[in-house]
Structures are given as C-alpha cells and as structure tokens.
Nanobody, 126 residues
Framework: VQLQASGGGLVQAGGSLRLSCVAS????????LAWFRQAPGKEREFVAA????????NYADSVKGRFAISRDNGKNTVYLQLNSLKPEDTGVYYC????????????????????WGQGTLVTVSS
C-alpha cells in the first residue's frame, strides 16, 4: 500500500494550492480519508477528513471555510484545496486512509488511520 502526496510548494499569503494524494494497493471505497499537517516544531494536527464515501466532511476550525477536501474513488485520489492561505498554514501536509469509514468522534485522531503518505511541504510567505 502506498499513498503519494503532491502539490505542495511556496505561495504568498492569500494564495491557493491544490494537494493531491494517489493511493495504490488499496481501493478507497467507503474508507475515511484525511489530511493532517505538521508545522515546524509542532505536533501533527488534523486538517480535514472525508469520513466515508459521500458528502460527510469535517474540518479543523482553523481551516473551515478556506480549505476543501474531496475524493475521487474512481481515481483512488483524495484532494485538498487550500484557499486564502496564511503563514500559519505552513507545514508538511500528510494524507491518510483508514481501514473503514469512521464515526465523527474518531475522525480527528491520527491513530484511526492505518495508511499514510510521505507528506508534501506547503510554505506560505507573508
């Protein structure tokens, strides 16, 4: 199983990026898919999740209204659209897949996800 994240880069504050994560060796089906991020010197934190196939999305308060997660099960790809970026959004962004769908109370925890991508770096300059 491999998750390959891409799309990171250097962007000015207020700009946008679109991250992609392609999976091989597993099918998305109704699995929960998520994005986490880790800023320099900080712990990894939850960003967004698609709890199961369909319109069940959850976001960290810090990104709500600016970021959007989506999935294409046919392409085994999960996306994260990052808009109105701020310097505090800087970090390595990781995609993750769970073994199944998740209930709301579990979606925030990185321990619920069994498969992880290698991360893609997003740097937002002020």
């Amino acid at each position: 199983v491999q998750l390959q994240a891409s799309g990171g880069g250097l962007v000015q504050a207020g700009g946008s990026l679109r991250l992609s994560c392609v999976a091989s060796g597993l099918t998305f089906g109704s699995r929960a898919l998520a994005w986490f991020r880790q800023a320099p010197g900080k712990e990894r934190e939850f960003v967004a999740a698609s709890r199961r196939s369909g319109a069940t999305f959850n976001y960290a308060d810090s990104v709500k209204g600016r970021f959007a997660i989506s999935r294409d099960n046919g392409k085994n790809t999960v996306y994260l659209q990052l808009n109105s970026l701020k310097p505090e959004d800087t970090g390595v962004y990781y995609c993750a897949a769970a073994r199944s769908g998740l209930i709301l109370s579990s979606v925030w925890s990185e321990y619920e996800y069994s498969y992880w991508g290698q991360g893609t770096l997003v740097t937002v300059s002020s």
